[in-house]
T-cell receptor, first 114, second 113 residues
Framework: NAGVTQTPKFQVLKTGQSMTLQCAQD?????MSWYRQDPGMGLRLIHY???????DQGEVPNGYNVSRSTTEDFPLRLLSAAPSQTSVYFC?????????????FGPGTRLTVT | KNQVEQSPQSLIILEGKNCTLQ??????????LRWYKQDTGRGPVSLTI?????NTKSNGRYTATLDADTKQSSLHITASQLSDSASYIC????????????FGKGTLLTVNP
């Protein structure tokens, strides 16, 4: 099991550019999510999905799009990057059915927008 | 507003010593409380998950306690090792799912030889 994988590990974008952060899991988890982690703040939920074809907004969704066409993949798209989106992005997954379900995090993507 | 406050912000201890990290929360309703360990440059890894009915839970040298009445939790690390150097994050869940998690800012622990 590779667990949760994320690519790329690092990325530098110019303001206005677009890109997709990739996330994949091989544990057959229904639930997948994207977080951002900024200095001095706790992780904040951007978008999440409870299964293929189902997505919903989290706490800070503006400027980001997601889709879930398969159980395994959950890409995060930045349509027009802004310096405020400089952050470390984590993808996470878990089973959805059990109440206290452990969430597995990927290694993160460090994004810098200049 | 739901909040999770952790103390101290940072802590330095010598290898082999014990330490206790604190977490106070105002999240309501409450479903479960989690402690994560996050090594520098890596994603968080789950240490313990406790429901409101559990007072204590252990994972090796890590022991988490929960007082749901006072809304306080602590993470005790016994016989610290250099590999314990990391950020420890307290997370509280409003409902029994991962949709409504409130994350603390973490306590940065440094274990020196």
């Amino acid at each position: 099991n590779a667990g949760v994988t994320q690519t790329p590990k690092f990325q530098v974008l110019k303001t206005g550019q677009s890109m997709t952060l990739q996330c994949a899991q091989d544990m057959n988890h229904e639930y997948m999510s994207w977080y951002r982690q900024d200095p001095g703040m706790g992780l904040r939920l951007i978008h999440y999905s409870v299964g293929a074809g189902i997505t919903d907004q989290g706490e800070v969704p503006n400027g980001y799009n997601v889709s879930r066409s398969t159980t395994e993949d959950f890409p995060l798209r930045l349509l027009s990057a802004a310096p405020s989106q400089t952050s470390v992005y984590f993808c996470a997954s878990s089973f959805d059915r059990v109440p206290e379900n452990e969430q597995y995090f990927g290694p993160g993507t460090r994004l810098t927008v200049t | 507003k739901n909040q999770v406050e952790q103390s101290p912000q940072s802590l330095i201890i010598l290898e082999g010593k014990n330490c206790t990290l604190q977490c106070n929360y105002t999240v309501s309703p409450f479903s479960n409380l989690r402690w994560y360990k996050q090594d520098t440059g890596r994603g968080p890894v789950s240490l313990t998950i406790m429901t409101f009915s559990e007072n204590t839970k252990s994972n090796g040298r890590y022991t988490a306690t929960l007082d749901a009445d006072t809304k306080q939790s602590s993470l005790h690390i016994t016989a610290s090792q250099l590999s314990d150097s990391a950020s420890y994050i307290c997370v509280v869940s409003v409902v029994p799912s991962n949709y409504k998690l409130t994350f603390g800012k973490g306590t940065l622990l440094t274990v020196n030889p």
